[in-house]
């Protein structure tokens, strides 16, 4: 009797199959997606606040990084301009992938973090306040042992309030940067003014001595034909005599004269 001698393939690593079922449910979608549902969704992304990456990726602000890649890969197959017929569809595109790229960069993304985490003690703050006035809640979140909270921070109510507090305040930074920019570059132009205002001068200074220097020799001329010839009067030319002149200071003494 012969063996089967066929060796049954190894089945692919988790990895690789995670990834299959991936690509398959994306195909399955996009071919279920039709062209108004990627119109709306070039609408959304170009209607939403510039300096919100989250919010163009139409992601929560505790998304990981793997989330934020996903969700990338599908909005952006879903908004290519190959697939796409909106006119705006590059744009939305750009936009897609400009938002990814902030929030991989590890500095830019704990930037945008560091702001979330001011806009929510904020409301934090202004939740306590609301608290003591209401006693009925303050004493549910007592009991509760601080549930009562983390539910209204879950809340679709908290989540829009966080979202348009964020935008306040990365608004309000945005614009501060820009006037420090402002201000760095007017200080710069500035700068850059008196440095040329300082060059002019030396130039117009090493002009003026290359000049001086340029008519040394006439000068040296000029100055030796009148050390030659100045006190000699010219041809045919009449002065008139020498007055004498007594000098107060100076002292005469009178010759004797010599009698016969």
Not at 2 to 18: G, H, L, Q
Not at 22 to 32: R, S, T, V
Request: hydrophobic share 30%.
């Amino acid at each position: 009797m012969e063996e089967n001698s066929s060796v049954t393939a190894a089945p692919p690593p988790p990895s690789e199959k995670s990834s299959a079922i991936d690509d398959a449910l994306l195909k399955q979608f996009f071919a279920e997606v039709s062209e108004v549902e990627r119109d709306n969704e070039v609408i959304r992304i170009l209607s939403c606040f510039k300096l919100n990456p989250f919010e163009y990726l139409n992601l929560s602000f505790d998304s990981s990084i793997n989330e934020v890649k996903k969700q990338y890969r599908k909005l952006s197959l879903l908004v290519h301009p190959d697939k796409c017929k909106h006119p705006q569809a590059k744009e939305a595109f750009g936009a897609l992938a400009k938002a990814q790229q902030l929030l991989l960069d590890q500095q830019e993304r704990d930037y945008i973090l560091s702001q979330v985490v001011a806009a929510k003690e904020e409301l934090r703050s202004k939740w306590k306040k609301q608290l003591k006035k209401d006693t009925a809640s303050k004493l549910k979140s007592l009991v509760t042992e601080g549930k009562y909270d983390q539910e209204h921070e879950q809340s679709e109510e908290f989540q829009q309030q966080l979202k348009l507090k964020v935008r306040e305040i990365l608004t309000e930074q945005e614009w501060r940067r820009r006037k420090m920019a402002m201000r760095i570059s007017e200080e710069e132009g500035r700068l850059k003014k008196d440095e040329e205002e300082t060059k002019e001068i030396w130039k117009r200074k090493r002009e003026h001595e290359e000049q001086w220097e340029g008519t040394r020799e006439k000068r040296v001329s000029s100055w030796r034909d009148f050390m030659k010839g100045g006190k000699k009067a010219k041809k045919g030319e009449i002065r008139p005599p020498k007055l004498k002149t007594e000098d107060p200071n100076k002292s005469y003494v009178q010759r004797p004269v010599k009698r016969g």
